[in-house]
């Protein structure tokens, strides 16, 4: 069974980036389209970003221009590179590689 483990999360003051880290236990390249999701407190999980093997990247209109996935198939991880932070982004961030989930990472952004 292939786990993902997400890393990267933390608190950041509004304006500020963070990189969260989804690294697979197997080869990422064998689960097609990989992708980042968010779930803030009582609100419904959504679709941060995606990527697929031929590498088309698709971002929620929130974060577009401000947030970046990729990936590093040596080193069988998933990158989310966040800048420009805003307290709305604040929510636990989980990466997505097939039908396979993470196990969330906080990210809190606040002054």
């Known amino acids: 069974q292939v786990q993902l483990v997400e890393s990267g999360g933390g608190l950041v003051q509004p304006g500020g980036s963070l990189r969260l880290s989804c690294a697979a236990s197997?080869?990422?390249?064998?689960?097609?389209?990989m992708g980042w999701y968010r779930q803030a407190p009582g609100k419904q999980r959504e679709l941060v970003a995606s990527?697929?093997?031929?590498?088309?990247?698709s971002y929620a209109g929130s974060v577009k221009g401000r947030f970046t996935i990729s990936r590093d198939i040596a080193k069988n991880t998933v990158y989310l590179q966040m800048n420009s932070l805003k307290p709305e982004d604040t929510a636990v961030y989980y990466c997505?590689?097939?039908?396979?989930w993470g196990q969330g990472t906080l990210v809190t952004v606040s002054s």
């Open positions: 990527r697929t093997n031929g590498g088309s990247t």
């Open positions: 197997g080869n990422i390249f064998n689960f097609g389209t």
């Open positions: 997505k590689l097939g039908a396979i």
